[in-house]
């Protein structure tokens, strides 16, 4: 009995250490550095209430200011520069703005409360606006996030429709990823999207939020692969290259996919076949910690911004070699 119960153990064993080998992968990189943090709450210029979105362009560092309704302009130490825009609904009015982009020379703001798109051009005039409440082609219901492609069409996470739609550079529909209103873990399916993210060659990632994962799609918006936690179907939790709700996702200059993984404390780096790569962050208030990191964008040197979103603040940080 005595051997039976041992070997049973032995076995238990063996099958946990391959499923952690199997779903926990080991670190390939160094993790990064922590160089510098600016901003605490309130509505002063520098100050911030919910930071919810970045993108790096010319040199300067867009933030979504996202109770303030505003976008914030830095040099990229964080010296402050400029802010554009206030709550409400008319156009160059923002309701809570949400992740970035920026695009042959303007910026494009997801505009949560408002249902749409706001185009500014990068001084901050406004320049246009796309999309409307609903459940519709060209029609959002807290759109999160947008990308832009290289002929200007757009992808957005329409997060309550639980879709991810491209549009023209006019508005008009192209197609969908998703089913409309209806949540799912299958492949092409999302539950509340929360970014969107292209590459050079056209590649989509989505960082599907309350799923706890990234999926990808060829650029004629064909699934590709997915990662995140056991067969990333929506398994949350702590370990390198899973999720607690992936919320902004970036892609840095050598291709490699940054993701915003909110309730972990952490932003992690995987090559683009979901290879996890490195992490970094942890939970805190202190100077490279994080409380709820929401969005990630990378410069062109390769260095990491994050809105660091109930510390109210933004931190840069650099690789470590």
Avoid at 1 to 21: D, H, Q, S, Y
Avoid at 42 to 50: K, L, R
Avoid at 213 to 235: E, M, Y
Avoid at 283 to 294: D, I, L, M, N, Y
Wanted: no cysteine; hydrophobic share 40%.
């Amino acid at each position: 009995m005595v051997k039976i119960v041992a070997g049973i153990t032995a076995a238990a064993a063996v099958f946990m250490l391959a499923g952690w080998l199997a779903f926990v992968p080991s670190q390939k990189e160094p993790a990064y550095r922590f160089v510098a943090a600016w901003g605490e709450k309130g509505s002063s210029p520098g100050q911030f209430n919910d930071p919810t979105g970045l993108a790096v362009a010319n040199g300067e560092l867009f933030v979504a200011d996202a109770r303030n309704g505003r976008i914030q302009v830095f040099d990229l130490d964080g010296n402050f520069r400029r802010a554009f825009g206030k709550t409400g609904k008319q156009p160059g009015e923002l309701g809570r703005p949400m992740n970035l982009a920026v695009h042959d020379g303007e910026l494009y703001v997801a505009e949560y409360f408002n249902d749409r798109v706001q185009i500014f051009a990068l001084d901050g005039t406004p320049n246009r606006i796309i999309g409307e409440t609903g459940s519709g082609p060209g029609q959002f219901n807290a759109p999160g996030g947008v990308a832009v492609t290289r002929d200007g069409n757009l992808a957005i996470a329409d997060f309550y429709n639980h879709r991810v739609q491209f549009l023209r550079p006019d508005g008009s529909f192209i197609l969908q990823l998703g089913t409309t209103g209806k949540t799912g873990v299958g492949p092409g399916r999302f539950n509340y999207p929360t970014d969107v993210a292209i590459t050079r060659n056209g590649t989509v990632f989505v960082a599907d939020g309350y799923a706890d994962r990234i999926q990808a799609f060829t650029s004629d918006g064909r699934f590709s692969h997915k990662w995140g936690g056991p067969l990333a179907v929506n398994i949350s939790g702590p370990f390198d290259g899973w999720f607690a709700v992936a919320t902004s996702i970036a892609i840095g200059p050598k291709g490699n996919i940054f993701v915003a993984d909110f309730y972990n404390d952490r932003i992690q780096k995987f090559a683009p076949d979901g290879t996890f790569l490195t992490a970094f962050g942890e939970t805190g208030s202190k100077a490279g910690q994080f409380r709820h990191p929401v969005a990630v964008t990378v410069g062109e040197n390769g260095d990491v911004f994050v809105a660091d979103f109930l510390n109210n603040r933004i931190q840069k940080w650099r690789p470590a070699d």
